[in-house]
């Protein structure tokens, strides 16, 4: 179990720590688009429909990194005073009730999107040169699941802590 626990969190350390320079397109981007609309009042439809792309592609691929470092958002006032056992059944519990079934649904939901615009050829019509959205889509679809591999490897770790009472790594 240590080696599958171990390869979940490297995949999501890389893709992580790999994906954040999206950001750079995305500043790149934004500037491009600010400098075409007020500078040369040469506005696109090309470039705001790619900071939307980067954007999705940088929020998802990184939602398993962030849920590997335990940064996600949650309510500290009294979670942290409690003992690390107690806090570690709040996360077996709140992972049971909300964060599986809705990455669950999730992944399910974004891996059928997925296929069907790869089947279909889906394309955007947001803008004059209609791309293809299957790759955005798997993208989404990656990070989902990613951020499931996360899910289920945080909570094998809380329950081994919860039952055991010590760390499993």
Same mark, same amino acid.
């Given at each position: ?68 470092? +335990?940064?996600? $958002?949650? @309510?500290?006032?009294?979670? *942290?005073? =409690?003992?690390?056992?107690? /806090?570690?059944?709040? #996360? ?44 955005? +889509?798997?993208? $989404?679809? @990656?990070?989902?699941?990613? *951020?499931? =591999?996360?899910?289920?490897? /945080?909570?094998?770790? #809380? ?11």
């Amino acid at each position: 179990m240590k080696k599958i626990l171990k390869a979940i969190d490297t995949i999501n350390d890389f893709t992580g720590k790999t994906v954040k320079w999206v950001v750079v397109l995305i500043m790149v981007t934004i500037t491009t688009e600010v400098a075409l609309r007020y500078i040369f009042s040469s506005p696109t439809s090309v470039l705001p429909e790619l900071m939307m792309m980067f954007g999705a592609a940088l929020y998802t691929l990184g939602w398993g990194y962030v849920h590997r470092l +335990r940064r996600h $958002v949650r @309510v500290d006032i009294f979670y *942290l005073s =409690l003992p690390t056992r107690w /806090q570690a059944g709040i #996360d077996v519990v709140a992972t049971l009730i909300w964060l599986l079934p809705m990455v669950a649904s999730l992944v399910f939901v974004s891996v059928g999107w997925a296929y069907r615009s790869f089947v279909v050829e889906e394309r955007s019509s947001f803008s004059y040169w209609f791309p293809l959205l299957w790759p955005i +889509r798997t993208v $989404v679809s @990656v990070g989902m699941i990613l *951020l499931a =591999l996360q899910a289920l490897a /945080q909570f094998y770790r #809380d329950l081994y802590l919860l039952v055991r009472n010590k760390a499993y790594d």
